[in-house]
């Protein structure tokens, strides 16, 4: 097998080049490659200097994170580093794309930077549950900082170069389409001078800094083992000489390594990456143009929905039904966007090129010219079926027509138009414009190359989109059924809202099933009867306890919407349990968790079984990106196989649920959902 390195001499210069994609991710032949030509280079005398550069979209992104948990090939990354340090010649790491992880260690290890304008520089391990295994820890405080190595190692972000240039991470900026002609001249600069090893540098102590940054994240690090990790090496860097900082590197990394969180956190790296591949349909299939989106509905949902498109430079016409609520869409539209350029995230430009590219109309008709047109109006199946009756005869021919509903029957919206093929369903979660999850309805007929134009759209509006088959709310809001239906019955058996909720926000949850409740509403799909009251539900909505936006629902509100418990629900529970003579027992939490954890797990395994998901990575990266499932937990079918499918089982049997097959068939044969 050819080698993805490659030698170039330019006179007494040799350029390594790694042409391994689609990251140039730092794999064994790319590491065995860089070791025999860092050895090569430095045992010829005629050459007095190296260039480190790579083909393709990107420098080094990082370790191949597809190695992690198997037998690590030599040479390991850190002994490669400690080599290209240790060459008796300049060294010079040439930079574009991004370079992440092993690969801006590698750059750190070489004895001078050199970058395009446009390149990043980033410890993203962090939010793989890890930390620069390969001494970023321990250059990076001592070529740039306390405070820059603490944000990069333990929040994961990159930094643009000009940042990096700035801090002493980098030494130089190259032209935009001149990277190896600059390099190769930097490096002939360089030859004959001392040699910078960022290993025999200092790193200064900063306790101030390590201080307020950790105060400042504590609640974001909250939970997560990397990130006090990370900061550990740092200060560590400032504490003991290189070769023992590297030690505890080495340690903290593998602790790290071995641990739950960081095989959760690689799980759904790749999950969300494999949740974008449609089984069955070949990658290059024709897409459909999308130059113009038609949004039915300016409210929450509609005007989210179309700052999607708008953010991403695609025009959209906004149709509402009165021009008061046109308005009103079109008026929270820009104030959403002027309050994100007030944070400095968008200039007012790009608000008025946003605003600008935005089309109010009260007419369907103006619908016309529309590639995609998504309804977003009241979750009615008549209203649905009414509207998609009219675009049949509105919409151009190859315009693909989605309904935004969170659970009704695309199949059904489809047959009332006389083209099925392109119609699907776009499932965004509230708040449209913020929630990364997209799920993508495929309805019985929904044609190829819709579902796949629609997905590869969602990758270009920065949706996490995943495939669901037409069932009762798909797969999110499925799984969630069964897990409001128990928490409610376990109200009526002795728990509290309160203590329900505490159970879901300390597994890591951002809220419990009663806060979620009351932030959606009370009073959705509340048959709005106050006479007719069958449930606690219908008794608080009666009561226009109706959550957060009538400051009561499960919990009372003051005027910042903080939650208390009320004595009015406690006694509306307690009227119930009277009333239905609910027998009480003192529920505990692992009951809490059995009865409304694991029924999502059985109802994934229905989920999977009958199709509607085509993988159970799928289902994790759902409730990550659409409900805020804990990722150091990886999902709620990795969770399940961390539990052990056989405890899933037992503690539902335990509760009188029906197991599903495919739950017990994986447990009895001792499988996993996830890989
Ligand atoms: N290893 C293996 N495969 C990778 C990879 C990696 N590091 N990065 C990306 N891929 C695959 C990805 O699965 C996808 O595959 C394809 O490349 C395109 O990725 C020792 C321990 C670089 C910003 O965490 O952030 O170094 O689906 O769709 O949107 O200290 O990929 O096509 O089959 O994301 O243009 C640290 C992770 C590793 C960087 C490009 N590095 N990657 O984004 O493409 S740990 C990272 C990214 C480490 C050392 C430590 C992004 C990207 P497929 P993509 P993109």
Known sequence: MTSPITLHRHGDVLVIVSDNPPVNALGAAVRQGLESAIKEG??????????????????????????????????????????????????????????????CEVALSCHYRIAVPSAKLGFPEVKLGLLPGAGGTQR????????????????????????????????????????????????????????????QKTATPDPEAVAAFTKANARRFRSFDAPAANIACVVKATEVPFEEGIQFERQEFMKLMMGVQSAA?????????????????????????IKRVGVIGAGTMGGGISMNFLSAGIPVTIVEMQQEALDRGTATIRKNYEATAAKGRMTAD?????????????????????????????????????????????????????????????????????????????????????MKLLEVVRGDKTADDVLTTVMALAKKIRKVAVVAGVCHGFIGNRMLMPRQVEAMKLLMEGATPEQI???????????GPFQMSDLAGVDIGWHRDPTRIESIRDALAAEKRW???????????????????????????????KKTGAKQHEVTTEEIVERTLYPMVNEGALILAEGKAQRASDIDVVWIYGYGWPVYRGGPMFWADTQGLKKIVAGLEKHGFDVAPLLREKADRGERFTS
């Open 42 to 103: 430095v045992a010829d005398a005629s050459i007095a200097a190296m260039v480190i550069r790579c083909e393709g979209r990107t420098f080094f992104a990082g370790a191949d994170i597809t190695e992690f948990g198997k037998p690590m090939a030599e040479p390991a990354l850190p002994a490669l580093v400690d080599m290209i340090e240790a060459a008796d010649k300049p060294v010079i790491a040439a930079i574009h794309g991004t370079a992440l992880g092993g690969g």
């Open 140 to 199: 990076a405080p001592r070529l740039a900082g306390v405070p820059l190595a603490l944000e990069m190692t333990a929040k994961g972000d990159p930094i643009p170069a000009k940042r990096a240039l700035d801090a002493g991470l980098i030494d130089r900026l190259a032209g935009e389409d001149s990277l190896e002609a600059d390099a190769l001249r930097f490096a002939k600069e360089m030859i004959g001078k001392p040699l910078p090893r960022a290993s």
């Open 265 to 289: 956190q690689r799980h759904i790296f790749f999950a969300e990456r494999k949740a974008a591949k449609i089984d069955g349909i070949a990658d290059d299939i024709a897409l459909r143009s």
């Open 350 to 434: 790009q608000v008025a090129a946003a605003m600008g590219a935005l089309t109010p109309t009260l007419k369907l008709d103006d619908l016309a010219d529309c590639d995609l047109i998504i309804e977003a109006v009241y979750e009615e199946m008549g209203v649905k079926k009414d509207i998609f009756g009219k675009l049949d005869g509105i919409a151009k021919p190859g315009a693909i027509l989605a309904s935004n509903t969170s659970y009704l029957d695309i199949n059904e919206i489809a047959a009332v138009t006389k083209r099925p093929g392109d119609v699907l369903g776009m499932h965004f979660f509230s708040p449209a414009n913020v």
């Open 501 to 511: 909720d505490k159970v879901h926000v300390d597994f890591g949850m951002p809220m």
């Open 547 to 577: 959550g957060q936006k009538t400051k009561a629902g499960f919990y009372d509100y003051d005027d910042k919407r903080n939650p208390s418990p009320s004595p009015r629900v406690a006694e509306i529970i307690e009227d119930f349990r």
